[in-house]
């Protein structure tokens, strides 16, 4: 209902925008006036034609941002975990996809297909700035909430103190979940900024943490 209101409410103040209840335009992830491949604002993330690779990997969607090289960014672990993340650190997860920009090693405008340039994949340059500020995560996520672990019944199961993730009414929804793990967009949209930072769903009384944690 506060949706539909939103978008009525959008309509009427720029008749030319697509109704559309959430976009990344004007967020903080639309770099497009900030840097010098101005008005567009997918290219910052995605490209319709080559992107990263090959090989093409599934968890990159048309993939335009350089990659981190990044050997290792530890693990998060504890006396009470039961999930095993993997290291993300060489590899193609969801996560490192963000990590590309967010630990502030590679700039944010180098891109495998720069529009500004005529012709297919070019040699990605780092051009730009790094990140800077909170947005910084720096190369050690070994304090972080988890990422790149499976998240399943067995896991579950194994705490007593989760959602069990499959075939649940109240579950967290399947596309919170990449190839069953979880990752930075299992909490975070980088797509819409409604629920500021990014988050993938209101977090007022840690609602979006209760979608997965029986606590
Ligand atoms: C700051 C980086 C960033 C920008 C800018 C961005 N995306 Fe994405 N996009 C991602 C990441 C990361 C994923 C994979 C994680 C996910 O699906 O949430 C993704 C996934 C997708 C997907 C596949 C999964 C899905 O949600 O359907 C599509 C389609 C997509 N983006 C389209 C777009 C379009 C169109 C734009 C421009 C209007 C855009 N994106 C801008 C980072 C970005
Ligand atoms: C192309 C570079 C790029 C990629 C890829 C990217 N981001 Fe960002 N992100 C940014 C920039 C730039 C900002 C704005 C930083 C600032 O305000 O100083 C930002 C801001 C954010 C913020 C808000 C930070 C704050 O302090 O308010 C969050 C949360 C975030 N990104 C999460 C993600 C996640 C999760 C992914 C992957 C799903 C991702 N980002 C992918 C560049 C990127
Ligand atoms: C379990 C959920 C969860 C996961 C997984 C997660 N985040 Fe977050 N993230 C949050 C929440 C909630 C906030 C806001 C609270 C805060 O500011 O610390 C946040 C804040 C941020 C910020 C803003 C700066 C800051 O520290 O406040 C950035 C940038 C960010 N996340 C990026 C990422 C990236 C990149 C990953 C993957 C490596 C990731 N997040 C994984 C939940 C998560
Ligand atoms: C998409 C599902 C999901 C979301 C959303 C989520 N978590 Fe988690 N979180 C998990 C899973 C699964 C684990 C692994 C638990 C285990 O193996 O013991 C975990 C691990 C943790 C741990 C470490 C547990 C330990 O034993 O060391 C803490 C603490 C935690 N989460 C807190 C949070 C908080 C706070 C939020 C909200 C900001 C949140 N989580 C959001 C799925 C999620």
Known sequence: MKRALLIIA????????P???QTVVGTSHDMSSA???TQRVCVFCHTPHQPEGPPQINTDPLWNHT???VASYGVYSSDTLDAVPADIGGLNTVSNLCMSCHDATVGLGSLY??????????????AGTVISGNANMGTDLSNDHPVNFIYDTALATLDGELVDPAGNPTAPPATWLFGGSVQCASCHDPHDNTFTPFLIATNVQ??????????
């Open 206 to 215: 840690s609602a979006m943490c209760l979608t997965c944690h029986l606590k």
């Open 67 to 69: 990659l981190s090289t």
């Open 19 to 21: 109704a559309m209840g």
């Open 35 to 37: 840097l010098p491949i």
């Open 113 to 126: 297909n720069d529009p500004n340039i005529v012709g297919g994949e070019e040699t990605p340059t780092n």
């Open 10 to 17: 959008l309509g009427s103040v720029c008749a030319s925008v």
